[in-house]
Nanobody, 120 residues
Framework: QVQLVESGGDLVQSGGSLRLSCAAS????????MGWFCQAPGKQREFVAT???????NYAASGKGRFTISADNANNTVDLQMSSLKPESTAVYYC??????????????WGQGTLVNVSL
């Protein structure tokens, strides 16, 4: 069984920076997409950024120029560097990964989330 564990969420002032990290563990697998989503109180989960195993990145418009996603394929980790944070970025941030097990089965896994709280 594959698990994703996020870390790095914290309380930060508006304009500040945070780095979120996500590490996968458990069964042997190969991810071809890893990414971050966020869910603010009372809202639906939203896309933040993704990165493929080939290094192709995609960002939501709200994070372009301020967020950077990076991955270490060998260790199945994905990070999200966030800068110039705004109060509207306050949310629980979830790590997501899609890939295949060594048996060839499709797998998608979500982490439990890490809270980012941006104060005025």
């Amino acid at each position: 069984q594959v698990q994703l564990v996020e870390s790095g969420g914290d309380l930060v002032q508006s304009g500040g920076s945070l780095r979120l990290s996500c590490a996968a563990s458990g069964s042997t697998f190969m991810f071809y997409n890893m990414g971050w989503f966020c869910q603010a109180p009372g809202k639906q989960r939203e896309f933040v950024a993704t990165i493929t195993s080939g290094g192709i990145t995609n960002y939501a418009a709200s994070g372009k120029g301020r967020f950077t996603i990076s991955a270490d394929n060998a260790n199945n980790t994905v990070d999200l560097q966030m800068s110039s944070l705004k109060p509207e970025s306050t949310a629980v941030y979830y790590c997501d990964a899609e890939g295949r097990t060594v048996e060839g089965s499709y797998i998608e896994v979500w982490g439990q989330g890490t809270l980012v709280n941006v104060s005025l």
